[in-house]
């Protein structure tokens, strides 16, 4: 926050006349007190006011008309398109589809291929018959649970807090 000031002082600060001020203020210029009956000035602060008249002088004095509005919006959204185009950018839409096919796949794969498959080759390691069930069931534990996530629970700690990095030193890890 700039200094505050009567519109006498600003006046002097920006070198412009009360009549002026006046003016830029019905314009928008900021005012932080409105002086109410007689003897009562209007307060200002210099900084809001020198960054008001900076950005009124990035306009040249012009107010974006409806019709710039549209063309500025329009332009906007080529640029976006254009970056879609080019790979800079990816919709929300399109990543939320796409993680739900890599999950559907992992979920098939995981509930009907992974427990036949290492059934199949433990038994055949080992010599003894390993029921899919038992490796089936845990999985389907897994994903019911998944299944349920809420980003408010807490099923592995907090994702925003890093690892536990002492932990990790002292056992040697």
Do not use: H
Not at 79 to 96: I, N, R, S, T
């Amino acid at each position: 926050m700039g200094k505050t000031v009567s519109k006498v002082e600003l006046s002097e600060i920006v070198g412009r006349d009360e009549r002026t001020l006046s003016r830029w203020q019905r314009s928008g210029m900021p005012v932080i007190e409105f002086g109410v009956g007689r003897g009562n000035e209007n307060q200002y602060d210099t900084q809001a006011v020198i960054e008001w008249l900076m950005q009124q002088a990035a306009l040249n004095g012009k107010k974006e008309s409806a019709r710039d509005r549209y063309d500025r919006l329009r332009g906007d959204d080529l640029e976006v398109e254009l970056a879609k185009k080019l790979g800079q950018v990816v919709l929300e839409a399109d990543m939320v589809e796409r993680f739900e096919a890599v999950i559907t796949a992992a979920k098939i794969e995981l509930l009907n291929t992974f427990p036949d498959e290492l059934a199949a080759t433990l038994s055949a390691r080992y010599g003894v018959q390993v029921d899919d069930q038992l490796i089936r069931d845990p999985i389907e534990s897994i994903l019911r649970r998944l299944s349920t996530y809420d980003e408010d629970d807490d099923l592995a700690g907090d994702p925003d807090e890093p690892d536990d990095e002492e932990g990790f030193e002292e056992d040697g890890e």
